[in-house]
């Protein structure tokens, strides 16, 4: 994935994280922070920020998936 690309999904993770309640943050943190060291009290964009590029698409779908849930008034789990 180029950086432009790379750059448009954490925006777009970024964006769709704000949507959503401060559970799903701690739930991103720890599927996608996992083993390097953060806390659970360390900022979502920071991990956003430090993803690696092959794991943006999933996560993008995924916070998607929720931010849908949420629109439709279904509790995430």
């Known amino acids: 994935m180029n950086k432009q690309l790379q750059d448009f999904a954490r925006q777009t993770i970024k964006e769709g994280l704000a949507l959503l309640p401060e559970s799903a943050h701690r739930m ?3 599927m996608y922070a996992g083993g390097t060291g953060y806390n659970m009290g360390v900022d979502v964009n920071m991990v956003v920020d430090e993803m ?5 698409d999933w996560a993008m779908q ?3 998936r929720s931010v849908d849930k949420l629109s439709k008034g279904i509790k995430n789990e």
């Open 28 to 30: 991103f943190i720890k």
């Open 52 to 56: 690696a590029a092959d794991h943006l």
């Open 62 to 64: 995924q916070v998607q």
